[in-house]
């Protein structure tokens, strides 16, 4: 709840004020400071939502990684538009980002997919992601089937997983304030690639 927000002392650039704030949930401790719920829509316009993990971001947006094969997977690349949110409650902050989900080069994804815990990298290649499965025996009986597979040298970046960058249209940041006044800015991308700030009534 603390100071607030003003239009005065906010950054022109939404990513560097996301930066920040991404920051102080870091520094505070708070329990996966990189959790965020993404929503999609699938072809009937039923919209899905569900946490993932930021693992990258820049100036062009912010990363996540999925099994190609995945539900959320599946509707992005059929209907690209995106919502993301970071709920850090216990800062009283919300930054919500509305854009378009597009793969990110295959480099980079393995890049990424290197520095995964070699478990992570067995998990990848093992679960049909969002498929119906009839026990967990099976999944179990899969890993142990790759880590066979893949117990000697590294494990190859599968052709099927890799990294979606959520390019934003919209991010709008959300202050809690007493009353519940809370302080609300949006940063809506301009055609030069500007960015428009208002302030919105709580």
């Not at 498929?131 to 967990?136: D, G, L, M």
């Not at 690639?193 to 302030?199: A, L, N, V, Y």
């Amino acid at each position: 709840m603390e100071e607030g927000l003003s239009r005065g002392s906010l950054d022109p650039d939404p990513i560097r004020l996301f930066e920040h704030w991404y920051t102080a949930a870091i520094e505070t401790a708070l329990p996966e400071p990189n959790a965020m719920s993404l929503c999609t829509v699938d072809d009937e316009g039923q919209p899905y939502v569900r946490t993932v993990l930021l693992k990258l971001f820049d100036r062009e947006g912010f990363v996540f990684f999925t099994n190609f094969e995945s539900r959320k997977a599946r509707q992005i690349d059929r209907n690209p538009r995106v919502a993301a949110l970071f709920p850090w409650v216990a800062l009283a902050r919300q930054v919500q980002i509305t854009g378009r989900a597009e793969r990110i080069p295959t480099a980079e994804s393995l890049r990424y997919f290197a520095t995964r815990p070699r478990g992570s990298q067995i998990g990848a290649w093992s679960s049909p992601q969002s498929q119906v499965i009839s026990s967990r025996s099976l999944l179990e009986a899969k890993v142990a089937e790759m880590k066979q597979r893949f117990a000697q040298g590294e494990i190859p970046l599968p052709d099927f997983w890799g990294g979606y960058r959520i390019v934003p249209s919209k991010i709008e940041f959300w202050q809690g304030r007493e009353s519940r006044l809370h302080d609300r800015f949006l940063y809506t991308r301009e055609g030069d690639g500007s960015w428009r700030i208002e302030r919105l009534a709580p």
